[in-house]
């Protein structure tokens, strides 16, 4: 189980940009699959992003494709969430989570497969 730190939360205007960040504390990721989710309060937490680190392949839920980009440091060291062109809607707690093996793609999505979790932060996106 490895233990995640995410950084980069804050207060941004509708149309914005965010970039948070999520490392692994004192170790890299191996070659396994870090993804993103997201939680308004009251709601379940859902899948925002997914990278699979071996090959790099990337996975985006249907409302973030093509604003949000889930990338990686050379190092395998730190996983970044690129949010452009935020909406009030993307409002919510972050958490990234990692697990020690490359997930098929239909597995990506359900949080049980993670085993390492971030503490979340926090994004709004308001006027």
């Known amino acids: 189980q490895v233990q995640l730190v995410e950084s980069g939360g804050g207060l941004v205007q509708p149309g914005g940009s965010l970039r948070l960040s999520c490392g692994a504390s004192g170790r890299t990721f191996s070659s396994g699959t870090v993804a993103w989710f997201r939680q308004v309060l009251g709601k379940e937490r859902e899948f925002v992003s997914a990278i699979r680190l071996s090959e790099g392949s990337t996975h985006y839920a249907d409302v973030v494709r093509g604003r949000f980009t889930i990338s990686k440091n050379s190092a395998k060291t730190t996983v970044f969430l690129q949010m452009n062109s935020l909406k009030p809607e993307d409002t919510a707690v972050y958490y990234c989570?990692?697990?020690?093996?490359?997930?098929?793609?239909?597995?990506?999505?359900?949080?049980?497969?993670?085993?390492?979790w971030g503490q979340g932060t926090q994004v709004t996106v308001s006027s």
């Open positions: 989570a990692a697990v020690n093996s490359r997930l098929i793609v239909s597995r990506l999505r359900d949080e049980e497969n993670y085993d390492g």
